[in-house]
């Protein structure tokens, strides 16, 4: 393998991380504060509809950004008034929420455009457009730092920067603010902030309506930069392998981070057969590396490579005691 | 004069149709230790989550410090100085204790100057009423002691006069429960007011200044303790006369029923708990397990109940029993005639959310008059079940109602009905009277002496001295595993026994 089909391999991991990445954050920060979410698919799916249809209609992406955020927050809050306010089960509303978003994108893209389910084909400001980071161009010259520079780090649409950004940010907002010292104590022991005075259910939502956001933004990045346009199903399972890498990475944001770019990789290798057969001398079928993601979560659940512990409270919904 | 610290006026509240508090009035004076006592079930929780904003009450007004304030919640508590020790604490096991402390009073959105803060105010805090603790240790890694200590942190760091602390030597050894009782007396020099809730007699007349007596949800009476007796207060709890010691004639100990020899159990982590056990009990006799929780007597009863391995010889009626293998568990061991009344009744002895008589059923669910067919017979075990609940008279009598509606003791008094009933030749009983109030604990304490009477032998695990001091014939005192000692109960006293279960002595 030559050092640019190592930087193709990497560029593609970058791509394709990116949408699990903002997916798993969305997923930490909704865990982090007791709330299971397995609606993280159908969220991301309903964002990349509604961002690439109103994007379609606007000429914006922006305005398409928005209306993905708006709509996957709207299932949030749906999924918040379901498991937070009337303490139903977290698991089955998530479902739900899969299912809903699975059935309507394509409906109401039928009833809009009548393109069989899918809206048209973005083009210019209705997309996102990848990035040209200064001097990419003159240092592409230069030996090794140059092709890293310009084909690997330059080159992605604004959002893969912004998803990247969110890691550290994410980590400072749960382990140096209040809100993180708060929102941390809600998905372990919501009784010890119930009695210290703070609204266990003002922080859940909070949380769910960041995870709607993020995944919004996760939405709008597969169907306005990554492709262009909305498909059926386009979302294909990101959600749950975010969930993966969210166990894998143990509910924290730096791990978060590896485990997605290390799933993102797989992908990459899936649409390369070529290099995993030079690099080992086996063809490997590209569904075992989609698999994978889910076969290492499970080998992380059975304890193998340390304790992956989930929030304490996760899943329970918060009653009151005496 | 001074206003009162807390004047709660005509207090009622009710659910649904049981009346919790029935207008309920009070006052405790700054700088005192006032107890409230009362059985489970009396009112006590309810009327201090009234207080600390958890319930708002159906009628009634709150002064504190003379003036007239509402309490709609937590945060309004807090505000009016009311700090509050669940018995349940309250505490993220994974965070620390600073964390702990200032989790809802941090000052502004970043935790660096509140975490520094707090650290401060944690060494005066410390030096100025002997709280020590570690700012820096996790929760989940100190002792209930300590996490206790965190909770007192809590309220005084929220700048809290009144603490009111709930049943708080539940979870306590006697030497921390002490320790507790010292830092009260502390805080209460200090100036601050505190309100103990409990239904221990005895601590009532070690720690209180005044004492509230509840009953049924109404305040029966309001007593200096200098001028009432434990006996008085027990009355006015209960209603009736109590008896306070178990009234017993001598054991007329039989043959050996239970022999166990160099009986030794490795746990999960390969802890060794017991270390070779040699202990006897004979038919017509309690043995009491005297000890620090955590000490081995609880595998003793796991192994002898048959849901932990051992090794050793053990034998019942002079045939051993199986310490592992297919034949070593509970079904094996009722079939052998061993009844067993586990500690944590909750967690073993009951499912919570299965009715009184399904509960009944467990582990005699192949009794023969169970049996319908393929089917199990319901009605037969409903029936069993209400002729039990009337014998041992649980309150209320009513077999369908969920095991998590009845209170402490009698769901206690299910388990030993189910285990008495069965006429077991040998009866494991841990902790019989943890969370029972004191009429139960009367009820329940006649009922062992009374099987001892029939000629059973019975194994006793309790870690209230006392109540071993009370029932057993013979008490052995455990310590890191071991046997420390066995002695006769009519010829030693607390003093002895508490220095062998230090580990001190022979």
Not at chain 1, 127 to 138: G, I, Q, W
Not at chain 2, 23 to 50: F, Y
Not at chain 2, 110 to 139: C, F, H, M, Q, T
Not at chain 2, 358 to 373: L, M, V
């Amino acid at each position: 393998m030559d050092f640019l089909t190592l930087i193709q391999l990497l560029d593609s991991t970058v791509r394709l991380a990116t949408p699990l990445l903002l997916a798993c954050l969305a997923g930490l920060f909704s865990e982090r504060a007791g709330i299971f979410d397995i609606g993280l698919e159908g969220k991301m799916l309903a964002a990349a509809f509604f961002s690439a249809a109103v994007a379609a209609l606007s000429g914006s992406v922006w305005v398409g950004l928005l209306a993905g955020i708006g709509a996957s927050v709207a299932l949030s809050l749906l999924h918040g008034l379901a498991s937070i306010t009337f303490r139903g089960n977290q698991l089955i509303s998530g479902v739900a929420i899969n299912f809903l978003a699975a059935g309507l994108t394509v409906l109401i893209a039928q009833d809009w455009f009548s393109q069989g389910g899918r809206t048209p084909s973005l083009m210019g400001g209705a997309r996102f457009e990848p990035v040209s980071l200064p001097f990419a161009e003159a240092l592409s010259a230069v030996p090794f730092l140059g092709p890293v520079y310009s084909e690997l780090i330059s080159g992605h649409s604004v959002l893969v920067y912004l998803a990247f950004a969110t890691v550290p940010m994410t980590w400072w907002l749960l382990y140096r603010t209040r809100f993180g010292l708060r929102l941390r104590a809600v998905g372990e022991n919501p009784a010890a902030v119930d009695t210290a005075g703070v609204s266990v259910i003002g922080l859940r939502y909070a949380a769910v309506i960041i995870c709607g956001v993020l995944c919004g933004i996760a939405g709008a990045y597969l169907s306005t930069a990554l492709q262009a346009g909305f498909v059926k199903d386009m979302s294909a399972g990101r959600g749950f392998i975010a969930l993966a890498a969210l166990i894998f990475a143990k509910w924290r944001p730096w791990y978060a981070l590896w485990a997605t770019l290390l799933f993102g990789l797989f992908g990459a290798l899936e649409t390369r057969p070529d290099v995993i057969q030079s690099l080992i001398g086996i063809k490997v079928q590209g569904q075992l590396l989609a698999a994978l993601p889910y076969i290492m979560t499970v080998i992380i659940l059975a304890g193998f490579v340390g304790k992956a512990i989930p929030p304490r409270a996760g899943g329970e919904p918060y009653v009151k005691e005496r | 004069m001074t206003a009162p610290a807390i004047e709660l006026k005509g207090i009622s509240k009710a659910f649904g149709p049981v009346q919790a508090n029935k207008d309920i009035s009070i006052r405790v004076m700054p700088g005192t230790i006032h107890g409230i006592i009362g059985e489970n079930g009396a009112g006590k929780s309810t009327l201090m989550s009234i207080l600390y904003g958890f319930y708002k009450a159906d009628k009634g007004e709150i002064f504190i410090s003379g003036t007239k304030t509402e309490i709609p919640d937590s945060q309004a508590a807090i505000a009016a100085g009311i700090g509050m020790v669940f018995q349940h604490f309250k505490l993220v096991e994974n965070f620390t204790v600073l964390e702990n402390i200032i989790l809802g009073a941090e000052d502004g959105g970043l935790l660096r100057p509140s975490l520094a803060k707090a650290r401060k105010s944690l060494i005066g805090l410390a030096e100025e009423y002997g709280l020590n603790v570690d700012p820096d240790a996790l929760i989940e890694e100190i002792g209930v002691g300590m996490q206790q200590r965190v909770e007192i942190l809590k309220a005084l760091y929220r700048q809290a006069d009144i603490l009111i602390l709930d049943e708080p030597t539940g979870v306590l050894t006697p030497a921390e429960a002490d320790q507790l009782f010292r830092i009260l007396g502390r805080l209460r020099e200090e100036g601050k007011t505190i309100i103990l809730i409990t239904h221990k007699l005895r601590e009532i007349m070690e720690a209180t200044d005044t004492v509230s007596v509840m009953r049924r949800g109404e305040m029966t009476a309001t007593v200096k303790t200098s001028d009432t007796s434990p006996a008085e207060l027990a009355e006015l709890m209960v209603g009736r006369k109590v008896l306070l010691r178990v009234d017993k004639k001598p054991a007329a100990p039989g043959d050996v029923v239970l022999d166990i020899k160099g009986l030794r159990v490795v746990d999960d982590q390969k802890v060794e708990r017991l270390k070779g056990i040699d202990l006897q009990v004979r038919a017509g006799e309690i043995v009491g397990i005297a000890g620090v929780a955590g000490n081995g007597q609880s595998e003793l009863l796991e192994v002898l109940g048959g849901y932990a391995d051992g090794t050793g010889v053990v034998t019942l009626n002079g045939q051993t029993l199986d310490l592992s293998g297919k034949h070593s568990d509970g079904r094996s061991r009722r079939g052998r005639g061993i009844g067993h009344v586990p500690e944590d009744r909750q967690r073993e002895g009951l499912i919570m959310d299965f009715s009184a008589w399904e509960n009944t059923a467990f582990g005699y669910h192949r009794a023969e008059a169970y049996q319908s067919g393929l089917l199990l017979n319901n009605q037969a075990i409903r029936n069993d079940t209400a002729e039990k609940m009337a014998r041992f008279d649980v309150r209320p009598p009513n077999p369908a109602l969920a095991a998590k509606n009845f209170s402490g003791g009698n769901q206690q008094k299910i388990v030993l009905a189910r285990e008495i009933e069965r006429n077991p030749d040998l009866l494991l009983i841990g902790q019989p009277t943890r969370g029972v109030d004191i009429g139960a604990i009367e009820f329940i304490h006649q009922q062992i002496v009374a099987l001892r009477d029939q000629g059973k032998a019975i194994l006793l695990v309790s870690v209230e001295l006392e109540e071993i001091l009370a029932l057993a014939d013979r008490v052995a005192v455990m310590f890191d595993g071991h046997i420390m000692g066995e002695r006769l109960s009519s010829e030693t006293d607390e003093k002895e026994l508490g220095l062998l279960m230090a580990g001190v002595g022979s």
